[in-house]
């Protein structure tokens, strides 16, 4: 059985540049807390952009996307508004 944390690293949220979900988050907790400062300090999103939102992700091929990720982080505290 995978725990969360071998579940973060794995878990590849930008397939363009192999980013995975551990990574976004460690991002944002070194304070990247907006889109455009996630992507610069990740590279997610820079390449095709359907990980960056449902919106540039017509054929929801991504679990779950970029902005949805900031919004979580935010509603749980660990980003400003």
Wanted: glycine share 8%; with cysteine; charged share 30%.
């Amino acid at each position: 059985m995978s725990t969360i944390k071998e579940v973060e690293d794995i878990y590849v949220v930008c397939e363009c540049m192999d980013v995975t979900y551990g990574e976004i988050l460690s991002a944002i907790k070194e304070g990247h807390c907006t889109l455009d400062a996630l992507m610069d300090a990740t590279g997610a999103g820079t390449a095709c952009g359907k990980c960056k939102s449902r919106d540039d992700d017509p054929d929801e091929e991504r679990a779950i996307h970029l902005d949805e990720i900031l919004a979580m982080a935010k509603a749980e505290g660990n980003c400003p508004d």
